[in-house]
């Protein structure tokens, strides 16, 4: 959890006949990173193999046919593992096969259904126009005019008049033929050599026609009546059409997501084998996988191929490349489930480096105590909580999303039983911790403790980091030990200052004693690195970078260092900012409520005004206090241990999305 999966590189040698179910075995497997064998020593000697373009694209065009018959019956497909390996080169043609049946069967009653929905949609769009219109308007005795051309449309109720100005050169007559909200019916008519004009004038007054067929006569009522008519012989062809359409959907729900999923994965086998090598009748396979899967992978490949599958694993620390920061090896991400959805927000900042700590955990649970501290609430925590277990529910595609709100919901509860509040409302419940409009004084010295206390975890992650990367310079620098040791002096003897309201003059002078020792190791960290560990001569490092420009270098690296850390530590007082900031808009709320129902003379509206408050704050300062959160954890937490650089491990599948790293 505190790490990335422990990672090693596999080089499989699978014979050319057994390439297509070795293939299934790893597309099955999923966690298989793959490198490019044309980026290897391997591609650079010849060994790429080459990639059939034209399956590939049969395999596209039959997915493209798929997916719309899929979409027409509303099939949802499974995507559960097939239970045998698909070789893409036999099994396009049994797909074909499959596909041109079943579209032969079900074509017909699919286009005939789409037409009628098309029919039925027309004919509702022309009653809704037509009832607009008065109910004995002659639609016949309009269409008979010899010498005049008419239309009629919706105007907006101020645009008759800009109308009328535009059409006053000419012979034209407007009717008002009745009025809907901020719409006015009108009938114009003009003489027919003066008809550009009049649609010139039409379009720049923004008219929206009411256009009918040619084959329209008889008045307004008569055509709805038939219309109406018209619509129920419709729907029941419809229904007709619906129950056939049911029918074949369970017949081929089965088969349609059997032929979806052969389809994705012979695409993605064609796909990663553009990474495979070949060397004479074999092909070759390179790429990242977890050690605990190592020898399952082993089993499955030796059972498909008959044991002749030869498969080769190194520990990263092995390779020279590895070694000397060539390659990135890919992170694969190791969390539990309520704690991986906070990875994404983790990938945002940054994908972390292969040997340093994995911080998603750290970020999830910082995250939820700053976000509950300022949006501290029993009752909008429960609404955030209940809205994140419905997305969880239904919205498959944002599930993560919907633990986070959970999880911020359940936190932000907490921080409202530590409150006293329900909806801003503070009577309901005792205050188990304080309220925080009463103890603002108190709250900011909370929450500049909280501030250091994370600081100085992001220290203590430094420091850990700097162990395991073997970066032994920046122990003595002003972002490591050293001014790690000289920011939890000042911070003690602050926080002690806080408390008590003295410092004895004794531990001053030594705070003073203890600085001047750090700050004179910080500015001197290089050379004394380079002449106790590294032993490179002080002649030579003078003579390359000149003695007195890498120290002014390190006294201004030094002082940015101690107005970062300063400012970083008040920088936290802004969730004592918002938390009071949350409370004011409740105040707010409940005052403008009072006046309402003042007025109104009613509790109703007293309510109505103080649901609706919440439902704002909810939204509002939701989203204020997710973004400010966020910004705590990226700029004054991350910035102080995060290396990132690395790279994210693709699944098998994702290869062909985006290019490729991880290269030897």
Known sequence: MFKSEKLVRITIQVPEEFISAATGVLARFKLLHLIRIDQTHLGRLGYVAESDDRLTEDYERVLSEIQPLLDSLGICPDDSALPEPVIPEKE??????????????????????????????????????????????DLTRLSQCTFVNWTIGLISSGGVDRLEESLSRVHHAVVELGHIPDWTIILVFGLKPDWPTFEQALKGAL??????????????????????????VLSDQRQALFEQRTDIQRRFEQDLSILRSKTISARQILAARRLFGKVDHSFLISGWIPERLFDTLSQELATVTGGNALIEKVNPEDLREVREGIVNIPILFNNPMLISPFEKLTSLYGTPSYGEIEPTVFFALSFLLLFGMM????????????????????????????????????????????????????TLLPALWFRPMENITYFVKVTLVMGAGLLSLGMILNFINALRLMEYDKLFSGGGLAGAMLYWMTAG???????????APGELTALGWAAGILLGVMVLHRPIYRLVIRRDSPVQIIRQTGFVAELMESVIEVLDDIIRFTANTVSFIRVAAFALSHAALFIAVFSVADIVSHEKSGAFSYWIVVVIGNIVIILLEGLVVSIQTIRLEYYEFYGKFFRGGGERFKPFGEADRGSETGKT
């Open 92 to 137: 396009i043609f049994r797909i074909t096969e499959r596909l041109v049946e079943i579209q032969g069967t079900i074509g017909t009653i699919l286009r005939d259904f789409g037409a009628v929905e098309q029919r039925i949609g027309h004919t509702r769009a022309m009653m809704e126009k037509l009832e607009l219109l008065p109910a004995d308007l």
């Open 375 to 426: 949006f501290g609430d029993v009752g909008q925590g429960g609404v955030l909580f209940l809205a994140g277990y419905l997305i969880f529910r239904r919205i498959y595609r944002y599930m993560d999303y919907g633990v986070i709100l959970m999880e911020c919901g359940f936190f932000s509860a907490a921080f409202g039983f530590l409150y006293g509040s329900v909806f801003g409302l503070e």
């Open 207 to 232: 008219l929206e026609p009411v256009r009918f067929s040619d084959d329209t006569s008889g008045t307004v009522a008569e055509i709805i009546s038939e219309l109406k008519s018209q619509l129920a």
């Open 493 to 503: 003897l602050g926080m002690k200052y806080m408390l008590t309201g003295r410092v």
